[in-house]
Antibody, heavy 120, light 106 residues
Framework: QVQLVQSGAEVKKPGASVKVSCKAS????????ISWVRQAPGQGLEWMGW????????NYAQKLQGRVTMTTDTSTSTAYMELRSLRSDDTAVYYC?????????????WGQGTLVTVSS | EIVMTQSPATLSVSPGERATLSCRAS??????LAWYQQKPGQAPRLLIY???TRATGIPARFSGSGSGTEFTLTISSLQSEDFAVYYC????????FGQGTKVEIK
């Protein structure tokens, strides 16, 4: 079955960077895209962006432009999300999710989530 | 940015009763609307896409309706495992989510 397994929890200081991985299995990785969604503690869901696993095309949420980079490694069916210049309000659970071959789609399935804590 | 507004924020329902959740878009999203269920400590799970198509493995008691700016998720007879937070999401433009409706036991 389709499964996305994310890397473990991270604790970072303000100004640092974090890179979260998302390993896919159970489907042809390059046939779909991967979206990233985050959820601050006790809050709702926020779309961060999308990457095509086929050609690496990306679309990022405007508020994160310049701080976020999404990449893929097709040899290992793994997607990565790097967020730089971390602030306390970046503390959240970060999810990857399989998406259609377009950023305009639904998300299914989701990874288990990665908690990123930004604290001095 | 398309703003999604869900109502009510909290819905208190007894097991076996019907639950009706609403989602409104700030502009038309056609039928490009999905619903998700999220339980504490878990990732969201896709329930509905295309406003009314149930995802694989989703029980028939979940149904979605609407188009344009007004959408509804109906749970026909609430089971104990259905108490959770529900989010709508539009994908007609860059994706955006509603703030969620918590369905709690009355």
């Amino acid at each position: 079955q389709v499964q996305l397994v994310q890397s473990g929890a991270e604790v970072k200081k303000p100004g640092a960077s974090v890179k979260v991985s998302c390993k896919a299995s159970g489907y042809t990785f390059t046939s779909y895209g991967i979206s990233w969604v985050r959820q601050a503690p006790g809050q709702g869901l926020e779309w961060m962006g999308w990457i095509s696993a086929y050609n690496g095309n990306t679309n990022y949420a405007q508020k994160l432009q310049g701080r976020v980079t999404m990449t893929t490694d097709t040899s290992t069916s793994t997607a990565y999300m790097e967020l730089r210049s971390l602030r306390s309000d970046d503390t959240a659970v970060y999810y990857c999710a399989e998406t259609l071959s377009s950023p305009l789609g639904w998300f299914d399935p989701w990874g288990q989530g990665t908690l990123v804590t930004v604290s001095s | 940015e398309i703003v999604m507004t869900q109502s009510p924020a909290t819905l208190s329902v007894s097991p076996g009763e019907r639950a009706t959740l609403s989602c409104r878009a700030s502009q038309s999203v056609s039928s490009n609307l999905a619903w998700y269920q999220q339980k504490p400590g878990q990732a969201p799970r896709l329930l509905i896409y295309g406003a009314s198509t149930r995802a694989t493995g989703i029980p028939a008691r979940f149904s979605g309706s609407g188009s344009g700016t007004e959408f509804t998720l109906t749970i026909s007879s609430l089971q104990s495992e259905d108490f959770a937070v529900y989010y709508c999401q539009q994908y007609n433009n860059w994706p955006s989510f509603g703030q969620g409706t918590k369905v709690e036991i009355k």
